[in-house]
């Protein structure tokens, strides 16, 4: 799996040594700090140290903290500002002098997590039935059906992402089948037990009870709508945790429903 992760904060190249220590020393720092911030011009130093170093260099370069909330995923419920307050604390400027290499950008964990989570396809469910009689595998009107999911149907998946030196580790799970037939009521606390003579006697978690023959559907078989819906966690080496939007999958299974007819017989006295 790759995917495109654009961090939520990084290091944003400003100017040269030279254009820096001429802003701090000519008064327009002062004057921008009077405007816009409080605290000291000597307080701001700080956050340049030995900028006076580097007052000639016109080749190397500043690098300061950047944020923008655009790269924060729709889903990211965080307040931006409290991240950006957070990245900046942590992240004082840096100076890098001509050929050398820029910070490099880190992810946060909780973007990676739901930048890897948007990458992930989860299959949608697949299931079989019992009863399942006859060439066309019909099951029967009014009987208990035993519905099981099959195949590639997950009851969790997890998936883990790394991004330079922060790792997350995605977790969604499920703890049911969520069916809907057409003609019948389904009842369903998990994803089924697969029906063998032996099974019977302990029962299952999930069955269908149809009122109805699938002969008025086309090709003669009754829609089942089949969901499931997972519940999704992340964790992160930053310590970073926190949950997700419920991710729901959904398809259109058939099942052929066959009714028994019987006739009833009237007792009579006739030899």
């Known amino acids: 799996m790759t995917a495109a992760v654009h961090p939520v904060c ?22 921008y700090i009077r405007f816009n911030h409080s605290g000291s011009v000597e307080e701001y130093k700080t956050h340049f140290p030995d900028y006076e170093s580097y007052a000639d260099d016109e080749e190397g370069h ?8 655009r790269y924060m995923t729709d889903d990211d419920e965080r307040d931006f500002r409290e991240i950006e307050d957070a990245y900046i604390a942590d ?32 299959p949608t469910a697949t299931i079989s039935y019992n ?23 997950p009851k969790e998946v997890t998936v883990t992402a790394t991004a330079g030196s922060t790792t997350a580790t995605i977790t969604a799970t499920a703890s049911m089948l969520t069916l809907q037939p057409d ?9 089924g037990i697969p ?26 078989v009754t829609p089942v709508d089949v969901k499931v819906s997972y519940a999704i966690t992340y964790t992160a080496s930053d310590g970073a945790s926190g949950s997700m939007d ?23 006295d006739e030899p």
């Open 10 to 31: 990084w290091y944003e190249q400003d100017g040269t040594g030279a254009d820096r220590a001429e802003w701090i020393d000519s008064g327009k720092a002062a004057e």
């Open 62 to 69: 500043w690098y300061i903290p950047y944020c923008d909330p």
């Open 91 to 122: 992240h004082d400027p840096v100076y890098v002098p001509a050929g050398e290499s820029a910070p490099a950008p880190e992810v946060d964990g909780a973007t990676l997590a739901r930048a890897a989570w948007d990458s992930v396809t989860i």
């Open 131 to 153: 009863p399942m009689y006859g060439g066309v595998g019909a099951t029967f009107v009014g009987m208990d059906t035993w519905v099981w999911a099959t195949g590639d149907t």
């Open 183 to 191: 003609d019948g009521t389904a009842t369903c606390t998990g994803f």
């Open 195 to 220: 029906w063998t003579e032996e099974n019977d006697a302990k029962g299952t978690d999930c069955v269908i009870v149809f009122d109805r023959s699938s002969a008025h559907f086309k090709d003669s």
């Open 246 to 268: 419920t991710h729901t999958t959904s398809t259109t299974t058939t099942i052929p429903v066959a009714e028994i007819q019987t006739i009833i017989v009237r007792p009579t």
